[in-house]
């Protein structure tokens, strides 16, 4: 799962997309420095920051944490010849989705940004087959903007860049559990990337249609 935060270069929070640098490393404590639910505090941290948004454009060469360890990352691209010619919340390079299944949660999308103000963007892809850079500014991506890419290339199928007004009234923890649900290698080739997509959108539907508060998108539903 992806998620990674984005400066605010282009005067919103969240627009530019952020290379993770090369120059990163990351050695974990020995068990004699810090106690167990530190190390795991801290790796949790970690994870949220250096999350492989792979939108593949905003991938550059450098370390990826992965569910099943560390991998080195894909060197970003950026096709905008892949864009639809009309606006569209639903992008799918990969052919995932059938029509039907686009047009149903192109309608979900439009009513999760009517009823909360939030705009959820999908794109399924396979790296490097994807537009990369070239969506965000198709899509005008802000902080009050979700991007979810779509992508089994590090093994895990969700992946998600999430602006700053999001962050403020969503857990982080939600879209680490989201993808470990929905997401996960063995879900997904049971039952197929569209239904990992689909349960992903209801699920991100549901959490941000709850009231804001302590307890707020404890579920994945």
């Not at 995932?96 to 892809?125: C, P, Y």
Request: charged fraction near 20%; glycine fraction near 6%; proline fraction near 7%.
């Amino acid at each position: 799962m992806a998620f990674l935060h984005l400066p605010s270069s282009l005067g919103t929070t969240h627009p530019s997309l952020l290379p993770i640098k090369s120059s990163f490393h990351f050695s974990p404590p020995t068990a004699s420095i810090l106690k167990p639910t530190n190390f795991t505090n801290r790796l949790s941290d970690f994870r949220y920051k250096s999350f492989n948004f792979v939108l593949s454009g905003a991938l550059s060469l450098g370390l990826i944490l992965t569910r099943s360890g560390f991998a080195e990352a894909k060197t970003g691209v950026n096709k905008p010849e892949l864009l639809p010619r009309e606006f569209t919340p639903v992008i799918d390079v990969a052919g995932f989705l059938s029509d039907g299944q686009e047009k149903r949660i192109a309608m979900e999308i439009a009513n999760i940004e009517q009823d909360t103000g939030f705009k959820l963007r999908v794109l399924a892809q396979n790296y490097p087959d994807t537009p990369g850079l070239a969506i965000k500014d198709f899509w005008q991506v802000d902080d009050r903007t979700i991007v979810f890419v779509a992508d089994p290339t590090f093994g895990n199928i969700l992946n998600f860049n999430v602006g700053a007004s999001v962050d403020l009234d969503i857990p982080r923890s939600f879209w680490s559990r989201l993808a470990g649900k929905y997401g996960n290698m063995f879900y997904w080739k049971e039952k197929g990337e569209d239904s990992s997509i689909e349960a992903a959108v209801m699920a991100i539907s549901h959490c941000l249609r709850e009231p804001v508060g302590p307890n707020n998108c404890s579920e994945v539903k």
